[in-house]
DNA sequence: CATGATAATGATATGGTATATCATATCTAG
DNA sequence: CTAGATATGATATACCATATCATTATCATG
């Protein structure tokens, strides 16, 4: 990622927080950044060992799961409950309304693409938990995939 | 849940086990019966408590696990990664093969049902994934709903 | 029925994930 | 400048899960 298209995307981040009367906060900054920069998903833990790596004040583990919550209410990060790990947005600096989710995980490198499913398969979706007697309030989906790299090396 | 249905999925499951050379032994089949008469996901450690509230010996949380994967890896228990909680499956005396499982689960009371999704929504969903640049391995979806029940008391 | 291979369980230790709570600091508006 | 809201520090604790080595049970076979 280019340092232009992370300052873009940070500029747009900082208006989201404070259009929601939030702020966006050095640390609050540096642990979406964290996320930004890394090529896989990354644990609490995790990005606490990668802030300490880099400062001098060190973040405690129970601070960057209070900055994930409020990330996560921003919708600026997503949780991905099958690795409990995290990683931000990939539609950040989208203008459009967020719609849900859809990941795709690579079983083998880790590596994650975040993916919009068309409409018309989520209302299908939709009709068929209707029916099943049950109303959809986030159908964020994770799903375990292969990715094209991962499938190359393995043949 | 009946006696006599509970009878027929242990047998059902008995048999599966049998055919791919393993043995439903005593604690499995009792950590299975207690995961199929609970109305809501159960946590190994939940587990644990409830099979050593009414045994003699007490059962480790560490063999839960163990049973759990066993049971798990025969398809007779899925595990909620959402939730980290298992659930009985509800397919045990389908004879059919075994679809990928999708699950709707009630936010309010934890209810999960086990639905299979039209064959049609998976296949456009895997189109989409290849567009993508990956390949789908196991599409087990978890959906965070409201019930019928749930929706009717909040109105 | 003795035996050895395989399957299943016991027991202990440890590591990873997450929340609760109370105290302190920082920012912003009036 | 100060009160209230927002954000962070610090400590404790609970919950979820795996690794490892020892032991016991089961079953096919000689």
């Known amino acids: 990622m280019s340092p232009e298209q992370l300052n873009r ?10 259009h929601s009367g939030g702020r966006l906060t050095e640390k609050r900054k540096r642990i979406l950044e964290l996320l930004l920069i890394s090529d896989t998903p990354l644990s609490a833990y995790e990005l606490a060992d990668a802030y300490n790596a880099h400062a001098a004040a060190s973040m405690p583990t129970m601070s960057v799961y209070r900055i994930l919550d409020y990330l996560e209410s921003e919708q600026l990060v997503h949780k991905l409950s099958s690795a ?7 539609h950040i600096t989208c203008s459009h309304a967020h719609k849900v989710p859809q990941f795709l995980i690579c079983r083998e490198c880790q590596s994650v693409k975040e993916i919009a499913i068309a409409k018309g398969i989520i209302d299908e979706l939709g009709k068929q938990i209707v029916d099943a007697g049950y109303n959809l309030i986030n ?14 090396n393995a043949a």
Do not use: F, P, R, W
């Not at 995307?9 to 404070?18: G, L, P, R, S």
């Not at 409990?84 to 990939?90: D, L, P």
């Open 84 to 90: 409990n790990k995290y990683i931000a947005c990939s």
């Open 139 to 152: 159908s964020q989906i994770e799903l375990q995939c292969v990715c094209e790299n991962c499938m190359e």
């Open 9 to 18: 995307i940070m500029t747009k981040a900082q208006d989201v927080c404070v």
